[in-house]
Every structure is written in C-alpha cells, then in structure tokens.
C-alpha cells in the first residue's frame, strides 16, 4: 500500500538507507577483528617452531588455547553482536514502518472520507494527491504521503523540510496537475463539479451567468456562506459574469483551435461556512457546444465521470415544431439566438462521450443525477406553459393532485416535451439516468441585450443537485425541499 516505486528526490530515513550501510560496516569490522586475532595467534604459533621444546610445548599449547577460545568465543560474540545490530535496525525499521504506515492510512482516511480529491480545473483529470513543489528550490514531490521518505516530514534533496500529511501544513505548498503541469491551488478542498452540457447557443453560458452572480451575491450571503475564487483567472471570468450580467449579454465561450487548450472552461470558486470542514470547491464547467455536434474535443471530459451531477440544458426552440409554433411571437434577437443542432443527435453524443469517460455499455445506468433544464422559457410565453405561472396556476387549479411545487414543474416540463413529440427523449433519459429531474429557467429573463438580467429558476437545479452532493450543504442551502423522486410521473401516460 505505502509502495513508493517512485524514486523521490528527497533523503530516505536513515533506517531505509544508511542503516543497512552501517550494518554492512559494522559486521563486516567485527568479522575482520575477529579474524585477524585468529590470525595473530597462527602467527606467533609459526614463530614458535624456532624456540626450544620446553618453551615450544608451553607457549604452543597456551597459544592454541587462546587461538580455539578466540575462535569458539569470538565467534560466539560477534554472531550476537551482528544479530542484535540486526535486530535493532530491524526494530527501528518495523517501528518506522509501522509508524508511516499509521500516519498513511490516518491520512488516506481522511481524504477518502472528506471526499477530498483534485479535480484539474484545466485538463479535468482527477488526482488524489497532485504533485507538491518545494517551496525552497521548486522541486516537484510526487506521492507526498508518510513513507520511507519521512512520516511526518520529507526532507528535500536541497535540504528543506516539507510536510506529507493533511494536518501539518501540506494543501499550503504550491501544487501541479500531474497530467497537464498546470498550477492548482485547490489546498485539499472537496470539490463538486457540474458540467453544463448542451449543444451551442442552448443558454450554457447564460445559465452560468445568472446563476453564478445569484450565487454568489445573493444565496452565500444570505446563508452565511463566504465565497473564495479559485485564482485570479476565475475572478477575472467573474468580473465578465458581472459585467454580461449588467447588460443582459452572452459572452462567445472562448475554445481556440489549439488543440492544447481546454474546449472546456471551468468557473471555479471556495464555498467556506463554519460546517464546512473542508471548505468547499465549485467547479462550473461550461463546455463548448460543438463538442457534442463536430464531436472534436481537445480533451476528454474526465468530469463526467467524477462530477456529484450534471445540467443539461434544453433550448425548447431548438426542435423544428416548437420554433414553427412560436416563431410569430418571438424577437428578431430570439430567433437569431436559437440553438440549431438538434436535442435528439446533441444526446446520442453526450451519451457516447459518458460510456467512453465512464466505461458504462449501453445498457449500464448512471448513478449521476441529472437536471434537464428547459432554458429561454421567457420567450413566447413559455413559462405559462412549463415556467412558474403554469406551474402556480397547475397547483391551484388541482390543488388535490399537484402540491409539490418542484414536482409540478417536473410533470408540466416532461408533459411539454411528450406534447411536442420529444417522448423518446424522456425515455432515453429516464434509461440512462436513474435520478433525473426537469426544470424550467429562465436565465436573462427576457431577449438578450434587453437590459440587465431578470433571471428566473436558475437556482432550483443547482440546489437540487448541490443538496443530493453534499450534506452539510443541504443544511445551509435549504431554500427549498425537494423530494426523493418526482412525484407525478405516473400522471403522464
Ligand atoms: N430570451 C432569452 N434568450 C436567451 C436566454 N439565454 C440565452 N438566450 C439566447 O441564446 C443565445 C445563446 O446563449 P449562450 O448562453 O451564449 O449559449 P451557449 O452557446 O449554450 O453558451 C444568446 O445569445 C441569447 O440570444 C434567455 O434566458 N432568454
Ligand atoms: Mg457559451
Ligand atoms: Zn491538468
Ligand atoms: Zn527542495
């Protein structure tokens, strides 16, 4: 388990390295005195054979005592000191084994049980411990865990001393992603990720607007959360959030051709609240629509596989019936901000994308919850059909069957895609994914550009699925109680 293969660039503890250096000295000394006393004894005895026969017989024979003594006695004494220095060393070495072996699985608990691990904000591989650099001479560390390198320490080849557990200082040294060498600052935190999936123009990157800035300024504020961004690069995406937000504007999700660089950008921010320990770490991911439509992604969406939920996001306009419908009532600005590709192959896609990440066949159903979420309900009054109106004006008029709210909006949100021949869709997911759950938003709240944004249930699906990932944080964001399954699936037929 504590396996370092892995050659370190930092001192070995001196029982699993100088120690055995020194066993070698010291057995191979006390065989050499012994050995060269024998031989000082056969000396004098061949010396003897010039003396006369009374000296000859006397010494000889006191000579040879003392030879055999030396033989029987030293060889009695140096086989026991060889053994003990052998068991000492060993001892100190099974003490030391032993001691870094508790502190590893001490240490591995803890991660494991605090769900801590290290998602790349860049390339999205997921490491449980990132390489650690030395913060004297920039060394990089990998495996910084108790071992034979130290238990509580690890000393650097250049002599620094860096700490290799969780309680002594090691989420503060600068890390790196071990698969794309970017700086990570994630400081043993627990991450959740959710993916915003969709075909381009569906409202990914508006969803991800309005919710962050409603997030951050209005739910962590009101529910004692504080909130860290991740680096400057993500205040920086933020400072964008608010300006976007502002004007009621959409930025172009940046994805070069530079096959280097992420088709994914991920919004990362700390969520820290005294029940937090460790603090929390958000990552959005806005996920550039032609992954699903040219099917050329610069990486692999490793967070499919990892992420506590997912956000798919359905653009209604996006389905030919559906814009026939509702064209007449719709703003020029609308019209040109449809999402063309089409929800039936955009699936195929994402569901293609999964099994490779995942390694689920086909049949295989996913443990993930999902929200579907129906966007750009403010256009041609969608919302008296799947938004808040519908579902208020549902509940009242049948207050007997519909007294969830969450739960109408999920019935009237499946009832409006069967209506619009999307019934295969609501089976493909329901297949798929065992916890799925649809809603409806809103994420500017009118036509872009129209002024600031007047978002509209962009919070429900990012609570939901915050709520089923997290515990501690379902007892601070707790606006709204959601039950186990929707409970009006069995009304559709
Ligand atoms: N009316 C309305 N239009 C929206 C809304 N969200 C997005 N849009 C339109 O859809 C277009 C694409 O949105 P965007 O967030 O950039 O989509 P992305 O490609 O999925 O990131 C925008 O330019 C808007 O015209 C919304 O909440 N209401
Ligand atoms: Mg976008
Ligand atoms: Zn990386
Ligand atoms: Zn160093």
């Given at each position: 388990?504590t396996?370092?293969?892995?050659?370190?660039?930092?001192?070995?503890s001196?029982f699993f390295?100088?120690?055995?250096?020194?066993?070698?000295?010291?057995?191979?000394?006390?065989?050499?005195?012994?050995?060269?006393?024998?031989?000082?004894?056969?000396?004098?005895?061949?010396?003897?054979?010039?003396?006369?026969?009374?000296?000859?017989?006397?010494?000889?024979?006191?000579?040879?005592?003392?030879?055999?003594?030396?033989?029987?006695?030293?060889?009695?004494?140096?086989?026991?000191?060889?053994?003990?220095?052998?068991?000492?060393?060993?001892?100190f070495m099974m003490l030391v084994y032993l001691g870094f072996s508790i502190v590893w699985c001490i240490?591995?608990?803890?991660?494991?049980?605090?769900?801590?691990?290290?998602?790349?904000?860049?390339?999205?591989?997921?490491?449980?411990?990132?390489?650690?650099?030395?913060?004297?001479?920039?060394?990089?560390?990998?495996?910084?865990?108790p071992g034979v390198?130290g238990i509580l320490?690890?000393?650097?080849?250049?002599?620094?001393?860096?700490?290799t557990t969780?309680?002594?200082?090691?989420?503060?040294?600068?890390?790196?992603?071990?698969?794309?060498?970017?700086?990570?600052?994630?400081?043993?935190?627990?991450?959740?990720?959710?993916?915003?999936?969709?075909?381009?123009?569906?409202?990914?990157?508006?969803?991800?607007?309005?919710?962050?800035?409603?997030?951050?300024?209005?739910?962590?504020?009101?529910?004692?959360?504080?909130?860290?961004?991740?680096?400057?690069?993500?205040?920086?995406?933020?400072?964008?959030?608010?300006?976007?937000?502002?004007?009621?504007?959409?930025?172009?999700?940046?994805?070069?051709?530079?096959?280097?660089?992420?088709?994914?950008?991920?919004?990362?921010?700390?969520?820290?609240?005294?029940?937090?320990?460790?603090?929390?770490?958000?990552?959005?991911?806005?996920?550039?629509?032609?992954?699903?439509?040219?099917?050329?992604?610069?990486?692999?969406?490793?967070?499919?596989?990892?992420?506590?939920?997912?956000?798919?996001?359905?653009?209604?306009?996006?389905?030919?019936?559906?814009?026939?419908?509702?064209?007449?009532?719709?703003?020029?600005?609308?019209?040109?901000?449809?999402?063309?590709?089409?929800?039936?192959?955009?699936?195929?896609?994402?569901?293609?994308?999964?099994?490779?990440?995942?390694?689920?066949?086909?049949?295989?159903?996913?443990?993930?919850?999902?929200?579907?979420?129906?966007?750009?309900?403010?256009?041609?009054?969608?919302?008296?059909?799947?938004?808040?109106?519908?579902?208020?004006?549902?509940?009242?008029?049948?207050?007997?069957?519909?007294?969830?709210?969450?739960?109408?909006?999920?019935?009237?949100?499946?009832?409006?895609?069967?209506?619009?021949?999307?019934?295969?869709?609501?089976?493909?997911?329901?297949?798929?994914?065992?916890?799925?759950?649809?809603?409806?938003?809103?994420?500017?709240?009118?036509?872009?550009?129209?002024?600031?944004?007047?978002?509209?249930?962009?919070?429900?699906?990012?609570?939901?699925?915050?709520?089923?990932?997290?515990?501690?944080?379902?007892?601070?964001?707790?606006?709204?109680?959601?039950?186990?399954?929707?409970?009006?699936?069995?009304?559709?037929?």
């Amino acid at each position: 388990m504590t396996s370092e293969s892995k050659v370190q660039p930092a001192k070995k503890s001196y029982f699993f390295s100088k120690g055995y250096i020194d066993l070698k000295n010291t057995v191979k000394g006390a065989w050499q005195r012994n050995g060269k006393s024998i031989k000082n004894y056969k000396d004098k005895l061949s010396y003897l054979k010039f003396e006369k026969l009374p000296k000859k017989l006397l010494l000889g024979s006191l000579y040879l005592l003392a030879m055999i003594s030396v033989i029987v006695c030293g060889t009695i004494i140096t086989t026991a000191i060889t053994l003990i220095h052998i068991s000492v060393l060993l001892l100190f070495m099974m003490l030391v084994y032993l001691g870094f072996s508790i502190v590893w699985c001490i240490d591995r608990f803890y991660l494991k049980r605090n769900q801590i691990f290290t998602a790349c904000h860049i390339c999205k591989e997921k490491s449980l411990i990132p390489i650690y650099l030395c913060p004297n001479c920039n060394e990089k560390h990998t495996r910084l865990t108790p071992g034979v390198y130290g238990i509580l320490h690890r000393t650097c080849n250049c002599g620094a001393k860096i700490p290799t557990t969780f309680f002594n200082g090691r989420k503060n040294l600068s890390a790196i992603c071990p698969n794309c060498k970017s700086p990570l600052s994630d400081r043993e935190s627990r991450p959740i990720c959710i993916p915003i999936i969709g075909g381009r123009s569906v409202g990914k990157t508006a969803y991800i607007t309005a919710f962050s800035k409603t997030f951050i300024d209005e739910v962590a504020p009101a529910k004692g959360m504080n909130i860290e961004f991740y680096n400057s690069d993500k205040e920086r995406i933020y400072r964008e959030i608010e300006n976007d937000y502002l004007l009621g504007e959409t930025r172009m999700t940046q994805r070069s051709t530079d096959p280097n660089s992420a088709s994914s950008i991920s919004f990362s921010f700390f969520v820290q609240h005294p029940t937090f320990k460790p603090e929390r770490l958000m990552h959005i991911y806005d996920i550039a629509g032609e992954v699903f439509t040219n099917n050329n992604e610069n990486e692999v969406q490793q967070q499919y596989e990892y992420c506590q939920g997912m956000i798919l996001l359905f653009d209604p306009f996006s389905v030919v019936n559906i814009a026939d419908k509702y064209e007449s009532s719709m703003s020029k600005n609308d019209i040109a901000g449809i999402g063309k590709a089409d929800i039936t192959y955009i699936l195929d896609s994402f569901f293609s994308k999964l099994r490779m990440v995942t390694g689920l066949s086909e049949a295989d159903m996913l443990n993930t919850p999902i929200a579907i979420v129906i966007s750009k309900v403010d256009t041609a009054d969608l919302a008296d059909i799947v938004g808040e109106a519908a579902v208020n004006k549902l509940m009242a008029v049948d207050s007997e069957n519909f007294t969830d709210y969450y739960d109408t909006m999920d019935y009237l949100c499946r009832k409006f895609l069967i209506d619009n021949d999307l019934s295969h869709f609501v089976t493909q997911i329901d297949n798929k994914f065992k916890t799925n759950r649809y809603f409806a938003c809103s994420s500017i709240g009118h036509t872009k550009g129209a002024g600031k944004y007047e978002p509209m249930g962009v919070l429900a699906p990012m609570e939901w699925l915050c709520q089923r990932a997290d515990k501690k944080m379902a007892n601070v964001w707790n606006n709204t109680s959601f039950s186990k399954v929707p409970a009006y699936i069995n009304k559709l037929s």
